[in-house]
């Protein structure tokens, strides 16, 4: 997707400031790293697919600000990311996909900087009040279904927890009208 609620909202929430180094895992196409590149931060998009980072690069050409984005291969499991760099993790529809949320709870405690903040969203598909479960009575996610192990708000901030970040919320809330997420937001402690 180019552009969605659920990244509009991470972005518009989290707010990156100039130079503000932030991490997209499972960028996809990239409608998060487009927002926060859009709003000045210096945006790493990391997506095991070779197909999505194809398109994301190509999205990346079109961009005013495409030396803000750069895209690599990796997996949340393991972030091609050095030692305490980012400012902000973000993570948009992509933690269903995770193989192992606690390996990457650790890896993504290990790239933030001290201070540092991360924000997982994924939308609740499962919720019939999902817009795309309205539109077509859930028959396109019963097909997509068996690709997706969903993962709870709190079942993600235990793991934040668990990897020694202090979480600051687990909730299910609303992106938009029609987008219902779970959502859980933690900060790595100053030193
Ligand atoms: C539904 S797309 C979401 C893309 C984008 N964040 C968005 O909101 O449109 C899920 C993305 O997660 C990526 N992905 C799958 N397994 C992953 C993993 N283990 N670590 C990181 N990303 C993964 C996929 O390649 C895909 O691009």
Request: aromatic fraction near 2%; proline fraction near 5%.
């Amino acid at each position: 997707m180019w552009r969605g609620a659920a990244s509009d909202h991470v972005i518009d929430t989290i707010a990156p400031g100039r130079g503000t180094d932030l991490v997209d895992i499972g960028a996809g196409m990239g409608p998060a790293t487009v927002a926060a590149a859009r709003r000045g931060a210096q945006v790493t998009a990391v997506d095991p697919m070779p197909y999505m980072r194809r398109i994301l690069s190509l999205r990346r050409l079109v961009q005013r600000n495409r030396q803000a984005i750069t895209v690599v291969a990796g997996t949340a499991e393991q972030l091609p990311i050095a030692d305490a760099t980012a400012d902000v993790v973000v993570g948009v529809n992509t933690m269903h996909h995770w193989q192992d949320l606690d390996a990457a709870a650790a890896e993504i405690h290990r790239v933030l900087r001290p201070g540092g903040r991360i924000m997982l969203v994924d939308e609740d598909f499962d919720d019939p009040d999902h817009g795309r479960n309205r539109a077509d009575g859930g028959r396109r996610h019963r097909r997509h279904r068996h690709r997706m192990t969903p993962v709870g708000a709190e079942e993600m901030a235990d793991a934040l927890s668990k990897a020694g970040l202090v979480a600051t919320d687990a909730v299910t809330t609303s992106a938009a009208p029609g987008v219902p997420i779970k959502q859980a937001t933690a900060r790595k402690a100053d030193v």
